[in-house]
């Protein structure tokens, strides 16, 4: 085998080795790219199952505020009902919009990196605004358990009223801090998801 024989098999090996090589980092991408369509898809299913038992929720305080199960005699009585509606809406709207960011956010090769970033971001602030959420329907919830004994103050006396009251504010606090522990072990999932896909992506253009 002469010289130019040689070189020729060596440009066509290195032409195989470069081939090869972009095959693999697409399929690599494709493999990435599958895996973050997937988790998206899960954000999109839990967002549906959440915005279900929100519209059940506001159906559940609209028929509390229309049919007065509780017998409220005073228009006060209704406020923490009317408090704990308008979160409800407001949870809902937040639920719409993340679905509609996400649903709308189309993961291909070419920008999975920008798509992936600004599904993260997104996502964390909805789970931030969510938590606001969940903390003041405690609050409003302890003013709906306080409305519900309030009518028996002059039955109860001071101490009675003021044990029941700070039984359900402990119970609150205690509701409170049990819930930020256990969120605390158990970080969001798809957060999670997303975050080893972009490390992947990252890897994966480090090495090329």
């Not at 195989?16 to 690599?28: D, G, S």
């Not at 704990?84 to 996400?102: D, P």
């Not at 649903?103 to 997104?122: A, P």
């Not at 358990?145 to 009223?161: E, M, N, Q």
Request: charged fraction near 15%; aromatic fraction near 10%.
């Amino acid at each position: 085998m002469n010289l130019d024989e040689l070189k020729t098999n060596w440009k066509a090996l290195d032409a195989r080795l470069i081939a090869t090589h972009t095959l693999t980092e697409k399929m690599a991408r494709a493999l990435i790219n599958d895996r973050s369509q997937g988790t998206v898809a899960g954000i999109t299913d839990k967002l549906k199952r959440v915005g279900l038992f929100f519209i059940i929720l506001l159906c559940v305080f609209g028929l509390i505020l229309t049919t007065n199960p509780f017998d409220y005699t005073t228009s006060a009585e209704y406020i923490p009902g009317v408090l704990y509606s308008l979160l409800v809406v407001a949870a809902l709207i937040l639920i719409a919009q993340e679905y509609q960011t996400v649903h709308q956010t189309k993961l291909t090769q070419s920008n999975l990196r920008e798509s992936l970033v600004q599904v993260i971001r997104v996502h964390e602030q909805y789970l931030k605004t969510m938590n606001r959420v969940w903390q003041l329907s405690l609050l409003i919830g302890y003013l709906f358990s306080i409305s519900l004994f309030a009518r028996h103050f002059a039955d109860y006396g001071v101490t009675k009223f003021m044990l029941l009251a700070g039984g359900q504010a402990l119970t609150v606090v205690v509701l409170y801090y049990l819930a930020t522990w256990f969120m605390s072990q158990s970080p969001d999932s798809h957060i999670k998801q997303l975050k080893a896909h972009l490390q992947e992506l990252d890897e994966l253009e480090t090495e090329n």
